[in-house]
Protein backbone atom coordinates (compact mmCIF):
# COMPACT_ATOMS: atom_id res chain seq x y z
CA UNK A 1 0.00 0.00 0.00
CA UNK A 2 1.39 3.55 -0.79
CA UNK A 3 2.26 5.54 1.52
CA UNK A 4 -0.36 8.40 2.38
CA UNK A 5 1.78 12.00 2.79
CA UNK A 6 -0.07 15.45 3.17
CA UNK A 7 0.83 15.28 -1.09
CA UNK A 8 -2.06 12.48 -1.48
CA UNK A 9 -4.55 15.08 0.50
CA UNK A 10 -3.49 17.79 -1.43
CA UNK A 11 -4.12 15.63 -4.97
CA UNK A 12 -7.43 14.65 -3.52
CA UNK A 13 -8.31 18.39 -3.07
CA UNK A 14 -7.56 19.26 -6.75
CA UNK A 15 -9.08 16.45 -7.78
CA UNK A 16 -11.96 17.04 -5.81
CA UNK A 17 -12.19 13.39 -4.87
CA UNK A 18 -12.50 12.12 -0.89
CA UNK A 19 -10.06 10.89 1.84
CA UNK A 20 -10.81 9.07 4.98
CA UNK A 21 -9.60 9.90 8.45
CA UNK A 22 -10.80 8.23 11.81
CA UNK A 23 -9.53 8.75 15.50
CA UNK A 24 -6.87 6.02 16.47
CA UNK A 25 -4.88 5.68 19.90
CA UNK A 26 -3.33 2.28 19.70
CA UNK A 27 -1.36 0.09 17.42
CA UNK A 28 -4.30 -2.80 16.75
CA UNK A 29 -7.35 0.02 16.35
CA UNK A 30 -4.60 1.97 13.90
CA UNK A 31 -3.92 -1.49 11.97
CA UNK A 32 -7.27 -2.46 11.23
CA UNK A 33 -7.92 0.98 10.09
CA UNK A 34 -4.84 1.01 7.68
CA UNK A 35 -5.76 -2.19 6.23
CA UNK A 36 -9.69 -1.25 6.07
CA UNK A 37 -8.21 1.52 3.47
CA UNK A 38 -8.75 4.65 5.85
CA UNK A 39 -6.22 7.56 4.58
CA UNK A 40 -5.60 9.09 8.28
CA UNK A 41 -5.57 8.55 11.59
CA UNK A 42 -6.19 11.22 13.91
CA UNK A 43 -4.73 10.95 17.75
CA UNK A 44 -7.06 13.20 19.36
CA UNK A 45 -7.47 14.81 22.32
CA UNK A 46 -10.49 13.19 22.24
CA UNK A 47 -9.33 10.58 23.78
CA UNK A 48 -9.72 12.37 27.36
CA UNK A 49 -13.26 11.66 26.55
CA UNK A 50 -13.74 8.25 24.88
CA UNK A 51 -10.73 6.42 27.27
CA UNK A 52 -10.08 8.29 30.10
CA UNK A 53 -13.21 9.07 30.95
CA UNK A 54 -13.15 13.01 31.04
CA UNK A 55 -16.54 14.98 30.63
CA UNK A 56 -14.01 17.44 28.12
CA UNK A 57 -10.47 17.20 26.46
CA UNK A 58 -9.06 20.00 28.75
CA UNK A 59 -6.88 17.40 30.95
CA UNK A 60 -5.01 15.97 28.21
CA UNK A 61 -1.53 16.16 28.44
CA UNK A 62 1.39 16.50 25.54
CA UNK A 63 2.75 13.27 27.34
CA UNK A 64 -0.84 11.44 26.70
CA UNK A 65 -0.72 12.91 23.17
CA UNK A 66 2.75 11.49 22.68
CA UNK A 67 2.55 8.42 24.12
CA UNK A 68 -0.45 7.61 22.18
CA UNK A 69 1.20 8.95 18.81
CA UNK A 70 3.98 6.19 19.83
CA UNK A 71 1.20 3.59 20.03
CA UNK A 72 -0.56 4.70 16.98
CA UNK A 73 2.85 4.64 15.01
CA UNK A 74 3.89 1.46 16.40
CA UNK A 75 1.59 0.12 13.58
CA UNK A 76 3.89 1.16 10.47
CA UNK A 77 0.65 2.04 8.49
CA UNK A 78 0.65 3.65 5.54
CA UNK A 79 -1.63 6.26 6.86
CA UNK A 80 -1.20 9.86 7.91
CA UNK A 81 -0.81 10.15 11.37
CA UNK A 82 -1.97 13.57 12.82
CA UNK A 83 -1.82 14.61 16.49
CA UNK A 84 -3.78 16.77 18.42
CA UNK A 85 -1.81 19.86 20.40
CA UNK A 86 -3.31 19.68 24.08
CA UNK A 87 -5.40 22.63 25.40
CA UNK A 88 -2.53 25.56 26.28
CA UNK A 89 0.20 23.46 25.29
CA UNK A 90 1.32 26.20 22.25
CA UNK A 91 0.14 29.09 24.20
CA UNK A 92 4.23 30.58 24.06
CA UNK A 93 6.53 29.94 21.57
CA UNK A 94 8.36 28.13 23.34
CA UNK A 95 5.67 25.76 24.41
CA UNK A 96 4.74 25.37 20.94
CA UNK A 97 8.21 24.46 19.81
CA UNK A 98 8.75 21.92 22.90
CA UNK A 99 4.77 20.32 21.68
CA UNK A 100 5.53 19.82 18.72
CA UNK A 101 8.77 18.77 18.89
CA UNK A 102 7.66 16.27 21.06
CA UNK A 103 4.77 15.34 19.28
CA UNK A 104 6.74 14.71 15.78
CA UNK A 105 9.35 12.80 17.43
CA UNK A 106 6.71 10.73 18.75
CA UNK A 107 5.82 9.68 14.77
CA UNK A 108 3.47 12.75 14.13
CA UNK A 109 3.29 13.94 10.12
CA UNK A 110 0.60 16.63 11.36
CA UNK A 111 0.09 18.42 14.12
CA UNK A 112 -3.44 19.79 14.54
CA UNK A 113 -4.19 22.79 16.39
CA UNK A 114 -7.79 24.28 17.31
CA UNK A 115 -8.39 27.60 17.37
CA UNK A 116 -9.24 30.54 14.76
CA UNK A 117 -7.54 33.85 13.01
CA UNK A 118 -5.20 33.55 15.80
CA UNK A 119 -3.21 30.76 14.87
CA UNK A 120 -1.79 32.66 12.28
CA UNK A 121 1.36 33.25 13.90
CA UNK A 122 1.74 29.86 15.00
CA UNK A 123 1.14 28.25 11.32
CA UNK A 124 3.97 30.62 10.10
CA UNK A 125 6.32 29.63 13.05
CA UNK A 126 5.67 26.02 12.62
CA UNK A 127 5.90 26.26 8.78
CA UNK A 128 9.26 27.80 9.13
CA UNK A 129 10.69 24.95 11.38
CA UNK A 130 9.47 22.29 9.09
CA UNK A 131 5.99 21.03 10.89
CA UNK A 132 3.54 20.22 9.34
CA UNK A 133 -0.12 21.57 10.39
CA UNK A 134 -4.08 21.68 10.58
CA UNK A 135 -6.16 24.45 11.45
CA UNK A 136 -9.11 23.15 13.35
CA UNK A 137 -11.87 25.88 13.19
CA UNK A 138 -15.58 26.14 13.80
CA UNK A 139 -16.51 23.87 17.23
CA UNK A 140 -12.73 23.73 19.03
CA UNK A 141 -13.57 21.60 21.82
CA UNK A 142 -10.55 23.15 23.42
CA UNK A 143 -12.61 26.50 23.63
CA UNK A 144 -15.95 24.48 25.42
CA UNK A 145 -16.39 26.84 28.44
CA UNK A 146 -16.34 30.31 26.35
CA UNK A 147 -18.68 28.82 24.13
CA UNK A 148 -21.03 27.32 27.07
CA UNK A 149 -21.43 23.42 25.45
CA UNK A 150 -20.68 21.89 22.07
CA UNK A 151 -22.54 24.10 19.79
CA UNK A 152 -22.86 24.13 15.65
CA UNK A 153 -20.69 27.28 15.08
CA UNK A 154 -21.39 29.61 12.27
CA UNK A 155 -24.37 30.25 12.37
CA UNK A 156 -25.17 33.84 12.18
CA UNK A 157 -23.85 35.94 9.64
CA UNK A 158 -21.26 37.76 11.47
CA UNK A 159 -20.04 34.30 12.99
CA UNK A 160 -20.15 32.85 9.48
CA UNK A 161 -17.74 35.90 8.26
CA UNK A 162 -15.40 35.31 11.14
CA UNK A 163 -15.07 31.90 10.63
CA UNK A 164 -14.69 32.53 6.22
CA UNK A 165 -11.89 34.98 7.33
CA UNK A 166 -10.23 32.79 9.88
CA UNK A 167 -10.16 29.70 7.06
CA UNK A 168 -8.69 32.47 4.11
CA UNK A 169 -6.40 33.84 6.30
CA UNK A 170 -4.78 30.40 7.59
CA UNK A 171 -4.84 29.00 4.20
CA UNK A 172 -2.92 31.98 3.35
CA UNK A 173 -0.57 31.81 6.28
CA UNK A 174 0.48 27.84 4.91
CA UNK A 175 -1.28 25.55 6.86
CA UNK A 176 -0.95 22.21 4.94
CA UNK A 177 -4.74 21.07 6.21
CA UNK A 178 -7.90 22.23 7.74
CA UNK A 179 -10.67 20.71 9.92
CA UNK A 180 -13.91 21.93 10.24
CA UNK A 181 -15.93 20.71 12.84
CA UNK A 182 -20.22 21.27 13.35
CA UNK A 183 -20.52 24.30 11.06
CA UNK A 184 -23.69 25.03 8.17
CA UNK A 185 -22.90 23.25 5.11
CA UNK A 186 -23.29 26.59 3.61
CA UNK A 187 -20.29 28.31 5.64
CA UNK A 188 -18.83 25.19 4.55
CA UNK A 189 -19.06 25.84 1.13
CA UNK A 190 -17.63 29.24 1.15
CA UNK A 191 -14.78 27.78 3.24
CA UNK A 192 -14.25 25.64 0.37
CA UNK A 193 -14.27 28.58 -2.34
CA UNK A 194 -11.81 30.53 -0.16
CA UNK A 195 -9.29 28.12 0.62
CA UNK A 196 -6.80 25.88 -1.30
CA UNK A 197 -5.38 23.42 1.45
CA UNK A 198 -7.12 19.87 1.96
CA UNK A 199 -10.38 20.03 4.27
CA UNK A 200 -11.20 17.61 6.48
CA UNK A 201 -15.06 18.00 8.05
CA UNK A 202 -16.80 16.13 11.29
CA UNK A 203 -20.33 18.02 10.97
CA UNK A 204 -19.30 19.92 8.25
CA UNK A 205 -21.61 18.70 5.41
CA UNK A 206 -20.37 16.74 2.46
CA UNK A 207 -18.23 19.84 0.38
CA UNK A 208 -14.68 19.08 2.09
CA UNK A 209 -12.47 16.86 0.77
CA UNK A 210 -12.24 14.31 3.59
CA UNK A 211 -14.69 12.99 6.72
CA UNK A 212 -13.13 11.90 10.23
CA UNK A 213 -15.20 10.44 12.78
CA UNK A 214 -13.94 9.64 16.54
CA UNK A 215 -13.48 5.86 16.35
CA UNK A 216 -15.45 5.07 19.06
CA UNK A 217 -18.60 6.45 17.60
CA UNK A 218 -18.16 4.95 14.52
CA UNK A 219 -17.84 1.82 15.84
CA UNK A 220 -21.22 2.42 17.96
CA UNK A 221 -19.00 2.14 21.13
CA UNK A 222 -20.77 5.10 23.22
CA UNK A 223 -22.06 5.93 26.49
CA UNK A 224 -24.53 8.47 25.66
CA UNK A 225 -26.61 10.22 22.64
CA UNK A 226 -24.41 10.39 19.89
CA UNK A 227 -24.62 14.08 17.99
CA UNK A 228 -26.41 14.37 14.85
CA UNK A 229 -23.44 13.86 12.60
CA UNK A 230 -22.43 10.23 14.13
CA UNK A 231 -23.23 7.23 11.86
CA UNK A 232 -22.74 4.03 13.67
CA UNK A 233 -20.89 1.63 10.93
CA UNK A 234 -20.61 -1.52 12.99
CA UNK A 235 -24.20 -1.91 12.95
CA UNK A 236 -24.39 -3.39 9.71
CA UNK A 237 -20.59 -4.65 9.83
CA UNK A 238 -19.59 -8.28 11.07
CA UNK A 239 -15.92 -6.78 12.18
CA UNK A 240 -14.38 -4.21 12.91
CA UNK A 241 -12.20 -3.81 10.14
CA UNK A 242 -15.40 -4.00 8.13
CA UNK A 243 -16.61 -1.41 9.81
CA UNK A 244 -13.42 0.71 8.96
CA UNK A 245 -13.95 -0.27 5.57
CA UNK A 246 -18.10 0.34 5.08
CA UNK A 247 -16.84 4.03 6.42
CA UNK A 248 -14.30 4.39 3.88
CA UNK A 249 -16.44 3.51 1.44
CA UNK A 250 -19.37 5.66 2.10
CA UNK A 251 -16.87 8.32 2.54
CA UNK A 252 -15.22 7.95 -0.79
CA UNK A 253 -18.85 6.91 -2.61
CA UNK A 254 -20.26 10.19 -0.81
CA UNK A 255 -22.90 8.29 0.66
CA UNK A 256 -22.06 9.94 3.79
CA UNK A 257 -22.57 12.31 5.33
CA UNK A 258 -26.14 12.53 4.31
CA UNK A 259 -28.85 15.23 4.86
CA UNK A 260 -29.38 13.59 8.10
CA UNK A 261 -25.86 14.08 9.41
CA UNK A 262 -25.55 17.66 8.24
CA UNK A 263 -26.35 20.63 9.78
CA UNK A 264 -28.46 24.22 8.03
CA UNK A 265 -28.45 27.28 9.22
O1 LIG B 1 -9.87 15.14 19.24
C1 LIG B 1 -10.50 14.68 18.29
O2 LIG B 1 -10.71 13.48 18.14
C2 LIG B 1 -11.01 15.62 17.31
C3 LIG B 1 -12.11 15.12 16.41
C4 LIG B 1 -13.42 15.31 17.07
C5 LIG B 1 -12.07 15.79 15.09
O3 LIG B 1 -10.61 16.73 17.27
Redesign the pocket.
Known amino acids: MALITLNTLKKHRTESTKFSMV?AYDKCFASLAAKAGIDAL?V???LGMVLQGHSN?LPVTVDDISYHTRCVAAASSNCLIVS?IPFLASATIQDAVNTARALVQAGANVV?IEGGSNLTSLVKLYRDQGVATCC?LGLT?QFVNQFGGYRVQGRTSEAAKRLINAAASLDQAGTDMI?L?CVPNSVTEEIMRVTTAPVVG?GAGPSVNGQ?L?MHDLLGVTCDKSPRFVKNFMSEADSIQEAFELFNQAVKDESFPALEHCFEE
Request: proline fraction near 7%; avoid cysteine; hydrophobic fraction near 35%.
Open positions: TLGDSTDKHPLEIVV
